[in-house]
């Protein structure tokens, strides 16, 4: 069985096997908060944006995305689903060569889990400098229960589209790491990918937004009003980029 690069064979057969039905739930939740925005939220950075489902439900609200991945498999699959005309960047984080102001930034699907806590800070750092003051950053981290669920759950194995399937996790509980190893077999053969996460710890992240810019912090269950806690499976986290002072 062929190992390849994080979403490389994967991003081909991703919509299928891995997106749950959230997004549109999602946008609902965010488009909620933006319209609170008496200065309007028009423009909109889409982090890890994957295969453009983000991009495609927040374009169907009115708002101009632009999409960055680290996967080009992954962005052409966003092109597809978007047309020629998206905006969409080939990046590495905390690589951020887009030119603001936006008037928020977002990161669904645990994309700034891949980040380790240095990246992480850069990362909002460079954020900072392309929202606006006053503008929005939305991100969801997986959270402490997930950490505790993966160590209690590998392997998990099953079949998708009456072909095998396998994930195992290692997680390492000292450093906060889950390393997830996804076995498959596509329309080419068996390949595996390795995806290895971070998961940050609330005050790790608070902390870095904070040096970064951003303030009113909100730590929520699962893109709900709900505040997150000890069963906090997915965490959403909302802020704000701070208004200088004159």
Do not use: K
Request: charged fraction near 25%; include cysteine.
């Amino acid at each position: 069985m062929r190992e390849v690069d994080a979403y490389a064979r994967l991003a081909g057969v991703y919509d299928a096997f891995v997106v749950d039905p959230c997004f549109a739930l999602w946008a609902e939740f965010l488009d909620d908060l933006f319209v609170t925005d008496p200065a309007r939220v028009a423009s909109v950075l889409d982090l890890c944006c994957g295969t453009g489902w983000m991009d495609a439900e927040l374009i169907s609200r009115g708002y101009r995305t632009v999409g960055l991945d680290a996967s080009a498999p992954m962005l052409d699959r966003a092109r597809e689903r978007l047309g020629p005309d998206a905006v969409l960047v080939h990046a590495t984080l905390p690589d951020l060569p887009v030119a603001g102001p936006f008037d928020a930034a977002i990161s669904t699907y645990d994309g700034f889990n891949y980040l380790t806590r240095g990246d992480l800070g850069t990362t909002l750092g460079r954020l900072a400098a392309v929202i606006r003051p006053d503008g929005w950053l939305a991100f969801d981290l997986h959270a402490e229960a997930m950490l505790q669920l993966a160590a209690a759950n590998s392997p998990i194995e099953g079949l998708w589209d009456e072909r095998p399937y396998a994930i195992t996790y290692d997680v390492d509980m000292a450093e906060r790491t889950c390393l997830s190893r996804v076995a498959l077999t596509d329309d080419v053969g068996a390949f595996t990918e390795e995806h290895r996460q971070f998961i940050h710890d609330d005050a790790t992240v608070r902390g870095a937004l904070a040096a970064a810019g951003f303030d009113r912090v909100a730590i929520l269950d699962d893109y709900t009003l709900t505040p997150a806690g000890p069963e906090t499976l997915r965490a959403t986290w909302v802020a704000r980029r701070s208004i200088p002072v004159d």
